[in-house]
Structure formats: C-alpha cells, structure tokens
Nanobody, 126 residues
Framework: QVQLVESGGGLVQAGGSLRLSCAAS????????MGWFRQAPGKGREIVAA????????HYGDSVKGRFTISRDNGKKTVYLQIDSLKPEDTAVYFC???????????????????WGQGAQVTVSS
C-alpha cells in the first residue's frame, strides 16, 4: 500500500510560481513511477507530468511543456511539481498518483495508476 499526500497548493496571481509536493508512504517508493494529473471544473482529468522511478525519464503534457518541472527525491519519498509562469487556465485540482513500475516505464493514462492523493487546489487569478 502507498499513501500519497499533496501539499503546496493555493491562490497565485498569473505569472507567478508554485511548487507542489507529494509525500509517499511505503518502503519501495523508487519502484513506482509518479504522475501529476489535474482536473479543472467541468473537465476530465489530464496528465500534467510523469517521472520514472529512478527519476531518469519524464514526460509532460503539451499544455505545460516549458513551464512545469517534475522531480523526485527517493530518499525523502517525495515527488515535486514546480509550476512557473502560471496562467488562469492552470486553475485545477492537482493530484499525484503512483504506478507500480519496477522496470522503469512511465504511464500517461490515469487508469494505469494504482494509488492517488486527495488533491491540492491551485487557483490562478488574472
């Protein structure tokens, strides 16, 4: 079992920055690929970024490339999402998720993730 707890959300002005954190429980954090998803009001959940268990590879959604950076610290069992140049359309609930991935793959699909956090609200004012 893996429990995930997000933190770092809040209200930010457009153009500002935030760093979301997701702390995980469990002993084998490095064997999980980690993803960040977001869900805006009235929309489906979309992948924002994902990172392999070792941190050696990552993927970003097209709408966030160049502005979002995913990273992880396996010693602290934490994955981060640095969000820069925030836009009002980035307003959403941001979820972190864990996918069992002992061979280093990364999934882009939410139904392949095994564990989810409760979500962190990010609101960007214009």
């Amino acid at each position: 079992q893996v429990q995930l707890v997000e933190s770092g959300g809040g209200l930010v002005q457009a153009g500002g920055s935030l760093r979301l954190s997701c702390a995980a429980s469990g002993r084998t954090f490095s064997s999980y690929a980690m993803g960040w998803f977001r869900q805006a009001p009235g929309k489906g959940r979309e992948i924002v970024a994902a990172i392999s268990g070792s941190g050696g590879s990552s993927h970003y959604g097209d709408s966030v490339k160049g502005r979002f950076t995913i990273s992880r610290d396996n010693g602290k069992k934490t994955v981060y999402l640095q969000i820069d140049s925030l836009k009002p359309e980035d307003t959403a609930v941001y979820f972190c998720a864990a996918e069992s991935s002992p061979y280093g793959s990364i999934s882009l699909y939410e139904n392949e993730y095994d564990y989810w956090g409760q979500g962190a609200q990010v609101t960007v004012s214009s």
